[in-house]
């Protein structure tokens, strides 16, 4: 952002600068130039000067100050820094604090007015073009936005702002410069009451180029209002001043050639001054066009030379008709007056006729005449709808939007005056600055350094002196009797201000300056340059002569402005009329004195180039203009002695971080304070001072180069409070997320703590409906129990569920409650059911013929044997044999007979009841005993002859295949192994004969051979054993299971 600077250097009211504000203006430095040309540092090279004036323009900065100076470089082109915004913006805040700008401007005149209860004035100056009278108009709109409102402020307002177009349409015109170029100066004062709302205005007007209404240079043109009036204003007026339309009808109009110009709508502009002049209240609206017209009909009226006499040509005599008409004067009067001239001497009244120039002279003379007055009427008519009508006043601003210094190829009579008056302004200047300037060292305490100007006071004196100046000299020669000419008047200025060193005409001058001089030239060197002035036409224009008929003849008219403005007594009065230069000294010199009673800030206003175009920035145009405004001599006063200035606090605060005896705070005085830093910073002798409130600094780059060590340190500052700041916030993010916490685990230790108390409540009445319950289980269902019973009931399911035997074998099944003895009965068996059915569905028949074989052996077995248990769990098996039956004992077996069985055994011969190994097959006939060793056939038993399978019910293997007797060729067959209970259900199945196995007691007899008889004894005992006892019994002892 473009930034205000901060430099406050004359004004009191600055030291409320705020800390901002210079920090931006100090960075913003070096990237538009300087803001303030006070900061530049070689503020004595006119070449640094334009050149930052041009960065900043060519950025469309056109706001530059010099101190309280704002330098305003013309755009040529709308800048959207008007905006309703950017008078907000202003409003009330510091003047360096926002960018340079006439708002910055217009805000601190008028704070301070109010504030300091003071009167103030803006004085804008500058060449044709530069943009003063947008200034003064932009400082117009500012003071009226920025003050209080209520109806009646609105209306004084309105006028203010409205009495603009009216005097533009009547004093400005289109010239080589500036399409809307004023030609008079202004100073118009805004009065403020102690509300400081605006409540009345007042004009001032300076010098009128009254020239304009009767001849304009080629490409110029006469005041606007003729061209808005022809285009403007309605058939009838037009019908009724007995106008036409077209411009270039009229002589006074016709002369410029460019009676139309693209920039400028002459129709909307009288539009806008219709409008105007209804606000300001103007009766007299058309006696004020009859005279606008009337100028025009008067241009047009020529004259014939009639042996040396004028007369007026007869074609253009309706002119003079109508002029007579518009300002309701007589006709034949105004004829007379317009080709004669009465003169009286010695109380006798003569009268000549004029010869044609005179009359042309006349003519052109009363034209502008009642123009020129008609202009300061209309100025009073302004001035009287802006009195304050009663309200009282308290404060004004005033703003003077005047010509600059001008030079021109050839310098007249207006330059003249014009030139004079920018040297009493720039008196005025050097006088307030170096008075503001002591005022403050002195305030201060310091010693007054003297600055080096130069005191133009010398040149004023030279125009203005009494009897000696220019001025009167002039006014001397127009008096003066004979046949005074401008030539003369050169001669005399010659003779009396001829040794002036300031002065030099084509006479006096040395011939090296002669040749740069015309002999009817004088040549003045002004504060801001040599002007060459050529005095053709100086007494004409002093005199501003108006003829004695012409004037009595206008003051006899009944037009309602000629009335108030040819007053009889003015014709009747002797007293010679004051000249225009002593009437412009006297009024220069109250202006002076109004301006010198107040409060000043300037506004210098500079045009970039000559053809109005933006964007184009022409070095030896605006060096011109910087050296007549005398910018460079501005800047030098304010640069004589120290640079820059602040007050202590404010340097302090900036600084203090510089040094470590000041960082944070310094506990001393702030004076103490400031001296310190300065020792810190090394600041040298006399590139300081220290004042009573202020500290001084002599040279921009004593400043600049603390800024800059400032700037380096801000970045150390900013890195650490940047820490700080985030450890600050971090801790607070931490001590919120740890209240968080807190409170969410509080919440959530609550929450819990409720869910527990409900649970153990819960808990509590299901224990207690439980005890109930179970107190109450013998009854019948009643509310009491029916839950606790439900709960058995469940629960025992629950277990059943969990619990259920999963195999056929398993017999367990949990315990049921009373109430469901029955139920788990029939569940107990419908699990069974469930299981067997699952179980036989599976089934393979390999297996089922297994499952036969293990149900008959259940049922043969079963609580009869005690090894039955241990052979439920061995799987019936087709073969038990130790090694493979051999080759010998399958031929053995007899045709057709497959073996079904075999197992290898123990035999125990009917002898000794010796044990042998023997192989026993079984086929679907017989049982084979087969030699384990050699294979051959030992015994052989059909199962139909078969007549017993006898084991004993204890755990032994003993099995004895029983056989008829007869059959007996070799006895009973007592063999064992591991597979007693297998063997005997095995045979059993094969024979088809299950009823012949018999489990026995504690002995049995067996057959022998021979008819004999064997007993066989079981016992329990230690020790698996098989014995011959001595009594010959076989005794079998098994180990108990
Ligand atoms: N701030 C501005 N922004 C935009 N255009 C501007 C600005 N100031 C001046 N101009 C342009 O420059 C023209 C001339 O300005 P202005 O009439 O204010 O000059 P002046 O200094 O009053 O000249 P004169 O002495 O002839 O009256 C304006 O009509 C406008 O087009
Ligand atoms: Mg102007």
Sequence with gaps: MDVGIF????????ERLSIQTMESALTARDRVGVQDFVLLENFTSETAFIENLRKRSSERLIYTYIGSVLVSVNPYRP?????????????????????????????NVYRSMRNENKDHCILISGESGSGKTEASKYILQYLSVCSSNNDKVEHIKNRLLQSNPVLEAFGNAKTHRNDNSSRFGKYMDVQFDYRGAPVGGHILNYLLEKSRVVHQAQGERNFHIFYQFLEGADDETLRRMQLKRNPNDYAYLSGGKCARVPSINDKKDFQTVKNALKVVDFPEEDSLF?????????????????????TISNDTMSHVRIVAVLLDCKCDQLVTALTHRTIEANREKMCSPLNRDQAMYARDALSKAIYGRMFDWLINKINGSLDLKGQSRRNLIGLLDIYGFEIFQRNSFEQFCINFCNEKLQQLFI????????EEYEAEGIAWEPVEYFNNQIICDLVEQRHKGIVDILDEECLRPGDPTDLTFLKKLEETVGKHPHFVTHSLADPKVRKTMQYDEFRLQHYAGEVTYSVEGFLDKNNDLLFRDLKETMSDAGNAVLKETFLKAEVTSLKR?????????????????????????????????????????????????????????????????????????????????????????????????????????????????IGKTKIFIRFPRTLF????????????????????WRGYWQWKKYQRMREAVTKISAHWRRILAQRLKEKRKTGAQAIRKFIIGFMNRGRARCPENAHFLDFVRISYLQRCKNKLPTSVLDKSWPRPPAALIETAKLLETMNMQNMVRKYVKQMTPERKIVMEEKVLASSLFKDKKESYGESLRRPFAEKRLNEPMKPKMMSMIEAGEKVMYACSVLKYDRHGYHARPRVLAVTSKSNYLFDAKDGKLKQKIAHESLTGLSVSSLSDDLLVLQAPAENKEKGDMIVTNDYSIEAATKIAIISGKPDLVKVVGRNMQHDMAGGKKGEIEFAAGQENSITKAKNGNLIVISRSR
């Excluded at 005279?291 to 006499?309: A, M, P, Q």
């Excluded at 006088?431 to 002591?438: A, F, I, N, P, V």
Aim: proline share 4%; charged share 25%; glycine share 4%.
């Design 431 to 438: 006088r307030l600055t170096l008075k503001q300037e002591q």
């Design 290 to 310: 009859s005279i606008v017209s009337s100028v025009l009909h008067l241009g047009n009226v020529c004259f014939d030379d009639s042996g040396g006499k004028a």
């Design 577 to 689: 009329p004051e000249t225009v230069g002593s009437q412009f000294r006297s009024s220069l010199n109250k202006l002076m004195e109004i301006l010198m009673s107040k409060e000043p800030s300037y506004v210098r206003c500079i045009k970039p180039n000559d053809t109005k175009q933006a964007d184009k920035f022409d070095d030896s145009l605006v060096r011109h203009q910087v050296k007549y405004l005398g910018l460079m001599e501005n800047l030098r006063v304010r640069r004589a002695g120290f640079a820059y200035r602040r007050t202590h606090e404010i340097f302090v605060k900036r600084y203090k971080s510089l040094c470590p005896d000041t960082w944070p705070n310094y506990r001393g005085s702030t004076r103490e304070g400031v001296q310190v830093l300065c020792s810190y910073l090394d600041y040298k002798e006399d590139e300081y001072r």
């Design 705 to 724: 180069a603390t800024e800059d060590a400032f700037q380096a340190r801000k970045h150390e500052l900013a890195a650490m409070m940047q820490a700080t």
């Design 79 to 107: 800048l959207n820094i008007y905006t309703a915004y950017h008078q907000e913006k202003y409003q009330g805040v510091n003047f360096y604090e926002m960018p340079p700008h006439v708002y910055a401007i217009s805000d």
């Design 7 to 14: 430099h406050n250097y004359e004004f009191p009211r600055s």
